[in-house]
């Protein structure tokens, strides 16, 4: 029967690579290993049924299996599962597994210790040269104190007087994208000093999750941290006069937005802020329509309408956003440019518009009159600004979409003019076709379901081509997804002067249940993610492959995903539910093959067991087994509160000292036997 220290050698095994496989998807086999190797090195293993490696990389397949079901439910596996992981590491599991296990029969012991110790150290290698590149970005400290979004922290009462004070006028820089608000708050950051123009973030009640009774402090800290770290998480930093990202307060933006507590007074509060660490006395801030501004920010606020022709707009939207199908880009700037026009008309003095296209012709003389209306000079647009707009407007009209023949097809022109014509109008473009087109219902379906279709695929390569700016874009969603409930009920904007309560105007929106997907849809997905084949999946093939192979043949499958994940990333999230999947196929192949194949005829020879699970051992199994389940909850609780760097910090050491040890008592292994003979 198998000694108590032996079990408490492998018990302690289990844990600590449980542990490690709990908290981060991976590691199970390396952290497993390591503790079995001091064991060997004690004698540890002798009095086992069959005692050497392999028998240490069964057991150690029994204790990955016992807690896979556990951590695959809290990894939120329907929600971060990527299809071309699925299409691609798990089927490349059932084709290096078995093959991986098959060699183990014949591959010495000593082997197959140098190749673990070879792999771990390579992969210490590339987790410290990770670790340095990251520190070496970091060129300037942070500046600004931060408060974790779970923290409690008390809401700051910022000084009576001084929150009396009046403030500097504020802008909005309303335009659709693709229209050149990046280039114009480029352009104002140059020339009107004073005004800072922090990059496009896209947050709107619509996007939000339910955040309760904002009248309730802990409520209102959630949408105060919510709101703070998706701002600190755009894919375009926001950053200090120093370029480095800004990390905010969360008490000090409570405090000032505390008496308006609403998603419009948050982010009021993030752009003082964000002029203030940039020595700037007011802010431009650009946004697709005015939606629940003008009831919080009152007289401070002032708009800047920037539009462009949409033949320009929608035909790069088109191929730049997630938005693919014409119509519904064209349909979606419509709807935009209605919404902004239809404010300007109740608020002309407070709204400056320019054209892109006279902006572009005779910039100077445009920015000579907005540079004016900015600084306050004038309080409204002067007559001479809109004749000369106008005047190069048409100008422009009739040099380019006034001729006949041009390098955008005629279907396309037709398409944009039928959508958008009545806006176009409005905003003095000319029409270049005199017969628009009225689409039908069964049309206009047929088009938001194309547009779905290239979405998907445009996704899909993005996600491929691109992973540092999807994870970038990722990252913010998953800081919604932190705070989702059933509805949201968030209070837009304060009561306005006439007695309309703006509070009432809040998205009420159950959640949608999704709609069973056609083996069609399905098919298309598929094929969107292989096809055209992209090198990433190529990779994604040959990783897999040797994950698989490293597990059946040593037990160590994570070395080859790590390595993968740093030269591709991905958000932490998906990693650890897709490495996860990965673990359990890999360990229900070794299973089958642990069933259907004996152990190596040298064992059967020397120890009389002709199956790997012995009998004398079931003890060490259920030790093994309860041991794991023991340390799947403390993995779990570590995924929330250990400091991520710090924990790969010490996993890298791990890894070093795993690999050296496993190296050099396996050629102390090689030199004795060389010896004896």
């Known amino acids: ?75 939120g596996l329907k929600k971060n599962l ?111 000093p004073g005004v800072a123009t922090p990059p496009r973030i896209h947050l709107d009640p619509e996007t939000l999750p339910n955040f309760g009774d904002l009248t309730e402090d802990q409520n209102y800290r959630n949408l105060v941290n919510a709101a703070c770290e998706y701002v600190e998480k755009n894919p375009v930093p926001w950053t200090d006069k120093h370029k480095t990202p800004i990390v905010f307060n969360r008490k000090q933006i409570a405090g000032r937005s505390r008496k308006n507590r609403s998603l419009v007074g948050v982010i009021e509060a993030l752009l003082d802020t964000y002029a203030e660490v940039n020595d700037c006395k007011t802010w431009l801030c650009t946004a697709a329509t005015p939606i629940g501004l003008k009831q919080h920010l009152g007289s401070r606020l002032k708009y800047i309408y920037l539009y462009q022709d949409p033949r320009d707009v929608c035909l790069f939207l088109r191929d730049s956003t997630a938005d693919s199908h014409l119509y519904v880009v064209a349909e979606k700037w419509a709807q935009e440019q209605e919404t902004v026009m239809d404010m300007a008309r109740d608020n002309d003095s407070n709204v400056y518009r ?7 012709q005779d910039k100077d003389t445009q920015m000579g009159f907005l540079e004016g209306f900015i600084s306050g000079d004038k309080a409204q647009q002067s007559d001479a600004a809109l004749k000369s707009m106008e005047s190069s407007l048409q100008d422009e009209q009739l040099t380019r979409w006034g001729k006949e023949g041009s390098e955008v097809a005629e279907e396309d022109i037709l398409m944009i003019e039928s959508v958008c014509g009545s806006v176009m109008k409005e905003q003095g473009y000319q029409l270049k076709t005199e017969t628009l087109t009225e689409y039908t219902a069964v049309q206009v ?26 994870a970038r874009i990722d990252a913010q969603r998953e800081v919604l997804a932190r705070y989702a409930r059933d509805t949201l009920t968030l209070p837009v904007t304060l009561p306005d002067d006439d007695g309309t309560d703006y509070n009432k105007l809040v998205v009420e929106e159950k959640k949608k249940k999704k709609k069973r997907r056609s083996v069609k849809d399905m098919m298309r997905s598929v094929k969107n993610e292989l096809w055209p084949v992209k090198p990433v999946i190529i990779w994604m093939c040959v990783f897999g492959f040797l994950s ?56 059967t020879e020397l120890y009389g067991h002709e199956t790997w699970f012995v009998p004398q051992d079931k003890y060490l199994y259920i030790a093994v087994a309860g041991i794991s389940l023991l340390a799947c909850p ?25 690999g050296i040890t496993m190296i050099v008592t396996a050629t102390m292994d090689l030199t004795g036997a060389e010896s004896a003979t």
């Open 445 to 470: 379906s047929e088009f938001h379901s194309l547009n779905t279709e290239k979405a998907e695929k445009k996704e899909a390569d993005l996600r491929t081509q691109d992973p540092e700016k999807w």
């Open 548 to 603: 698989g192979f490293l597990g059946g043949l040593i037990g160590v499958r994570g070395p080859p995903l790590i390595i993968f994940f740093f030269f591709f990333e991905y958000p932490k999230v998906e990693v650890k539910a897709n490495g996860s999947l990965v673990a359990l196929f890999n360990t229900l192949v070794r299973i089958v093959t642990y069933l259907a194949k004996p152990p190596p005829a040298e064992y």
């Open 634 to 658: 403390l993995g779990l609780y570590l995924t929330q509160y250990l400091n991520k760097w710090g924990y790969k910090a010490a996993l890298t050491v791990l890894l070093i000292v795993n």
């Open 354 to 360: 320019i054209n892109r296209e006279a902006l572009e």
């Open 82 to 192: 990527r299809l071309e992981m699925l299409l691609t590491f798990i089927p490349m599991q059932f084709i290096g597994t078995p093959l991986g296990q098959f060699l183990q029969d014949y591959t010495p012991s000593e082997i197959l210790k140098i190749i673990v110790g070879v792999v771990t150290l390579g992969v210490a290698f590339w987790q410290i040269f990770n670790i340095w590149q990251i520190l070496r970005a970091a060129k300037h400290p942070v500046e600004y104190e931060m408060v974790e979004g779970g923290e409690y922290y008390e809401i700051e009462e910022e000084d009576e007087e001084d929150e009396e004070k009046d403030k500097p006028g504020a802008f909005f820089l309303l335009c659709s994208e693709g229209s050149g608000g990046e280039w114009l708050g480029g352009l104002i950051r140059d020339r009107v």
């Open 1 to 75: 029967m198998v000694s108590l220290p032996v079990i408490g050698h492998f018990a302690a095994a289990a844990f600590f690579g449980n542990v490690a496989f709990s908290a981060m998807g991976f590691g199970m086999g390396i952290c497993f290993l390591f503790v079995y190797q001091i064991g060997a090195i004690a004698g540890l293993t002798d009095c086992c049924g069959l005692p050497g490696l392999k028998y240490a990389v069964f057991i150690q397949t029994i204790a990955a299996l016992v807690v896979q079901p556990f951590v695959l439910a809290r990894v």
